[in-house]
């Protein structure tokens, strides 16, 4: 092979590998906001194929991630007049569920931003209720990291373990 073709197959291999990084981070984003997304079922399919890049898949996932949730937080903290809309992140019902979690718990419930059905409205809840967003990305962010550490320590042991 030819120093052109090489120089071309780094060129490719590097715009594939941004390419994938952007999907999983854009999937992340919408997984975290009205938009659906599977970003664990991406996350696993790529740290399958590419488990030596644990670490850059597990930031973007985490960044992205995190990212939606600041988005929701922002639609509840200025545009909470438009809940029950169809386009809103969470309906009315959900957002007086995660409005008692978050007024049993405190804070302390965004570690659970990355969870199902209650997540969307508890960062949505925390902007109406004006959490100051530093503490907000904080919290939120730690949680979304550890859920995506324990899937690429799944992940990448599981794949050990049955391929060893």
């Not at 992340?28 to 997304?37: H, K």
Request: charged content about 15%; aromatic content about 14%; hydrophobic content about 50%.
């Amino acid at each position: 092979m030819g120093a052109a073709e090489e120089n071309l197959n780094q060129h490719l291999g590097k715009l594939v590998e941004q390419t994938i990084l952007w999907g999983l981070g854009l999937s992340a984003f919408a997984s975290a906001t009205l938009l659906p997304g599977s970003s664990e079922a991406l996350l696993t399919g790529l740290l399958w194929e590419f488990p030596e890049h644990r670490w850059s898949l597990w930031a973007v996932a985490t960044l992205g991630n995190s990212l939606g949730a600041f988005t929701n937080w922002g639609l509840g903290r200025f545009l909470l007049q438009f809940l029950g809309r169809r386009w809103f992140p969470v309906s009315p019902e959900q957002y007086e569920r995660a409005t008692r979690w978050f007024s049993r718990y405190g804070i302390w419930t965004l570690l659970l931003a990355w969870t199902p059905i209650l997540g969307d409205p508890l960062t949505v809840v925390a902007g109406a209720l004006r959490v100051r967003f530093a503490v907000f990305c904080g919290l939120v962010t730690l949680g979304k990291a550890l859920r995506y550490a324990f899937i690429v320590g799944a992940v990448v042991w599981g794949k050990e373990m049955l391929w060893s």
